[in-house]
């Protein structure tokens, strides 16, 4: 493919820190750009935020929010592995409470001291736990058809994470230590414009790096502060009232115990069913095809389906 300027915009971030060239992209090359930076392994089947500050790095086209946000919401993989975002918990909490107790009876065991975060409380420990929770669910994402050489994808979804920005500090790991975003495979698929300035001796390259290191993490550092106030705010928000129809299609989420396999690594969401019937405000009878049986189950356990 040939680049043109005419295909080219420039894009400035609101604080003026960041510039890119992007590349205006036509109809019919969308979906594979959306592939690439969402589906490869090195993009990670990342949420919407992650996969949109990926594209901007590179591309425009108008409207690419709403295609970015239909891609992941209609990408069956993410779907099996995520469920929907609220939901209750009720099982979760036993499981947590039976993990709480073995984890302090070890520490007490090894004469470990508690520090102030709780065990198993992830909330105390966000940033981490945060961190651990998203590559084990991109990991799940890549294990579909066998759970045995995740170690093998683990570079590769680093990779992914690395290129993404992340919410709290809206730069991706790979600016806040190189100082410069990574090269992934979509820029060998479509190029980058010749008139990118690149550094030309190593002193001033250094110098540059500094320069646009303190930059970032000042920068960093506002936004950390302001990312506090949202998930604050996200906490606080109330639990959607979700409702279904008769010939609705639904994820149904059914975790099960493989022998030999990690739930951690498995998609719980099990998909399609098609909902039959609504017999209370919180239980569905619900069917997977034709010929098998129908079931009741629980709404909490039901998740609208937007795939194709
Ligand atoms: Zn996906």
């Known amino acids: 493919m040939q680049l043109k300027d005419a295909d080219l915009q420039p894009w400035e971030a609101p604080d003026g820190l960041v510039k890119y060239w992007q590349l205006v992209v036509p109809k019919k090359l969308r979906s594979k750009i959306l592939n690439e930076s969402h589906n490869q392994i090195t993009s990670g089947h990342l ?10 790095q590179k591309f425009y086209w ?4 709403q295609d970015v946000e239909e891609w992941c919401q209609a990408c069956n993989v993410c779907c099996a592995k995520k469920g929907p975002k609220k939901r209750g918990c009720a099982p979760l909490q036993l499981y947590q409470s039976f993990k709480i107790a073995v984890f302090c009876e ?12 709780t065990p198993l409380r992830p909330q105390s420990d966000g940033m981490a736990e945060k961190f651990n929770w998203t590559l084990g669910q991109e990991l799940a994402k890549y294990c579909v058809e066998g759970q045995s050489e995740w170690d093998e994808k683990l570079p590769a979804l680093l990779m992914a994470y690395r290129s993404a920005a992340h919410e709290s500090t809206g730069y991706t790991p790979a600016k806040l230590m190189l100082g410069h975003e990574l090269c992934l495979p979509v820029d060998v698929l479509m190029g980058r414009p010749s008139g990118e300035e690149l550094p030309t001796d190593t002193s001033s390259y250094t110098k ?5 290191l303190a930059e970032v993490h000042h920068q960093v550092r506002k936004s950390l502060r302001f990312s506090g106030e949202v998930m604050k705010s996200r906490y606080d928000a109330k639990a959607n009232e979700v409702n279904f129809q008769a010939g609705d299609n639904v994820w149904f989420y059914n975790p099960q115990r493989k022998k030999g396999q990690s739930p951690k690594l498995q998609s719980p969401w099990d998909g399609t069913y098609t909902v039959l019937d609504s017999l209370s405000d919180v239980t569905y009878l619900i069917r997977r095809s034709r010929k098998s049986r129908p079931m009741v189950v629980h709404v909490n356990r039901l998740w609208q389906y937007h795939g194709p």
């Open 62 to 65: 108008m409207g690419m929010r």
């Open 106 to 117: 070890s520490c007490k065991l090894l004469g470990i001291k508690k520090t102030r975060t």
């Open 47 to 56: 949420g919407v935020k992650k996969t949109l500050s990926r594209l901007r």
């Open 208 to 212: 540059h790096l500094q320069e646009r």
